[in-house]
C-alpha cells in the first residue's frame, strides 16, 4: 500500500508565518479572515467554515505597505474544518506571469520582513534584491 504524504512532503515553495487579513465573498456573504503562512504558491487560511476543496474564489490580501489590497485568485487544495485549528489551505492561480512576478515579488519582501534577509535567501535557494 502507498504511503500517504503529508503537506510539507509535498510542499513545493517555502511558507513563512504570516497573518495577512484576508476578505472574499461565499455566495452572497462576506468574510474577512487572516492567512497562518504563506508562499509563492499560496496559502493557509484560518477560517471556522472553510469552502469546499476544489472551489476557485477571489480574495483580497492586505499586505503592509502597500496602498491596495493585492486582489488574487485562489482554489481551495484542502480544508479541515474539525480541527484544533481549521482552515483551508489555498493554491493561487496568477493571471499571467506578470501578476505572478509582482506578488511573489511582495511574499518575498514580506519574508524577509518576517525572518530577516538571510534566512529567507535560504529558504528560497536564492540572492534576494530587495530594492
Do not use: C
Not at 19 to 46: C, H, M, P, Q, R
Not at 59 to 68: H, I, N, S
Not at 89 to 95: A, D, E, K, P, T
Amino acid at each position: 500500500m502507498a504511503e500517504q504524504k503529508t503537506g510539507a512532503e509535498i510542499r513545493q515553495h517555502a511558507r513563512a508565518p504570516i497573518e495577512l487579513k484576508v476578505d472574499y465573498k461565499k455566495l452572497n456573504s462576506f468574510f474577512a479572515d487572516y492567512t497562518k503562512n504563506i508562499s509563492k504558491g499560496g496559502t493557509f487560511i484560518k477560517t471556522k467554515k472553510p469552502l469546499p476543496i476544489g472551489t476557485r474564489f477571489l480574495f483580497k490580501l492586505t499586505v503592509p505597505q502597500r496602498e491596495a489590497p493585492f486582489e488574487l485568485l485562489g482554489e481551495v487544495v484542502w480544508s479541515k474544518a474539525d480541527a484544533e485549528e481549521p482552515g483551508m489551505g489555498i493554491r493561487f492561480i496568477y493571471n499571467d506571469e506578470r501578476q505572478r512576478g509582482e506578488f511573489e515579488g511582495v511574499v518575498e519582501r514580506l519574508m524577509a520582513d518576517s525572518l530577516g534577509t538571510k534566512l529567507t535567501e535560504k529558504l528560497l535557494n536564492k540572492q534576494l534584491h530587495l530594492g
